[in-house]
């Protein structure tokens, strides 16, 4: 269970958790928590430390100590340590599993799923770390032209510093480990700031890596109120790369961090479009699979279907007799929509479905809402007046627009100010291909949803959506900076030999 045995020093009293630094776990000074609310329930579920100003700054204190001191550590040793933390974490997936059906109401299955799927991505890191930065470059001058050969460059990868890792409450275990593994790899340490809803996952995961025996101060965990440490963790000196993803706090961010490499997965409106030629069956059960998962709580969420005007009809009935069939209800009994993850998302959501209605789109379900459970809707005969076609729901509310060109479809995706993915469904890869190219998103699936996965793959997202590019491989590099060291000989007077 949560918070006991094996976790059980991360617990204070009841449901209160510490947070983490210099490989302890501790109280705050401020003597405040935060509550973190069940969306099931709506009900106070945990409460974390509200860590202050000054604790922030003695972390970054400790990370830097640290960092110094890991980045000599032996590159087999950082690789060691990590495979085993990740056999730690996946051997106790079920008690994180369990915080994460209660703080975000990921459904059951779902949830052990993220834990081991997190686990296998922290065991490839370590893998890929050791071939990526176990090898550097060696260059020589007379390559270029009016240089003779009396220069010998030698490059390597070195750490950046301090990484601040903030990861989003839909995957806070996930996409945690997507930026520490990295991270820790490439001889850096690590301040990571959890989202709330998703903090007592996190305090649990990264208890798993204090576990492991990595040094102290190398990886810290700090909790608290965005509007009291938010800004003065982004802006703080002591950091020298930021890996955030979320929402259009991101923006902000960028526009504060300064002059530090930055990573930052954004927001998505990812624009399914579907020729005539399409496999609609197989376009329904994607649609369902992209737009409804996680109760459309994914910024890799199908969120808006463009469909040629010719199969519409066909395709909104298969769509309908699929959303007919999804199960709605609490993630303890694993159902396909589960609560959205707060009482704001909900309200928002519902914001756009009454636009959507006022300006007359076709309701394909009738809509329902019982406190932050919203049943799924499709919306037919939407129109790019509405605010759903172009707003992301973070929801089980999907619009349909019907499009009477491919031109039309391209042209509604790259209108959009984001740009993280998009699909195409067609039979015909030569469309494909030339669709993929018009599209402006950092990826294109062909005949499949939008998904984040496989972790080794490149991920990144273009104008709103982000910027720097995200899976284990160019995360690494991301991290890391390169080392030239040049070695210069004196010009010979004679030939040699």
Known sequence: MAGTGLFAEILDGEHVYKYYADGEWKKSTSGKTVAIINPTTRKTQYKVQACSQEEVNKVMDLAKTAQKLWAKTPLWKRAELLHKAAAI??????????????EIAKPAKD????????????SYTAEEGVRILGEGKFLVSDSFPGNERTKYCLTSKIPLGVVLAIPPFNYPVNLAVSKIAPAL???????????????VSCLH????FHLAGFPKGLINCVTGKGSEIGDFLTMHPGVNCISFTGGDTGIAISKKAGMIPLQMELGGKDACIVLEDADLDLVAANIIKGGFSYSGQR????KVVLVMESVADSLVEKVKAKVAKLTVGPPE????????????????????????????????????????????????NVRPDMRIAWEEPFGPVLPVL???????????????????????????????MLISDAMETGTVQINSAPAR????????????????????????????????TVINLPTPSYTMG
């Open 299 to 302: 910024c890799t969420a199908v």
């Open 89 to 102: 974490l996946k051997e106790h997936k079920a008690p994180i599993a369990e915080c994460l059906v209660k």
């Open 185 to 199: 790899i490439a001889g850096n340490s690590i301040v990571l700031k959890p989202p709330t809803q998703g903090a």
């Open 333 to 380: 009994d694993d159902c396909d929509i589960t609560p959205v993850v707060s009482e704001s998302s909900a309200n928002y959501i519902e914001g756009l479905v009454k636009d959507a209605k006022e300006k007359g789109a076709t309701f394909c379900q009738e809509y329902k809402r019982e406190g932050n459970l919203i049943w799924p809707l499709l919306l037919d």
């Open 453 to 484: 996965g496989p972790d080794h793959f490149p991920f990144q997202g273009i104008k709103d959506s982000g910027i720097g590019s995200q899976g284990i491989t160019n995360s690494i590099n991301m991290m890391t900076k390169v080392k030239t």
């Open 402 to 432: 019907r499009i009477n060109s491919v031109e039309e479809g391209i042209h509604h995706c790259n209108a959009s100010n984001f740009g993280l993915q998009g699909c195409i469904f067609t039979k015909d890869i030569n469309k494909a």
């Open 111 to 122: 949830s052990v799923t993220e834990v081991v799927r997190s686990g296998d991505l922290v």
């Open 205 to 208: 995961m990264v208890h798993c």
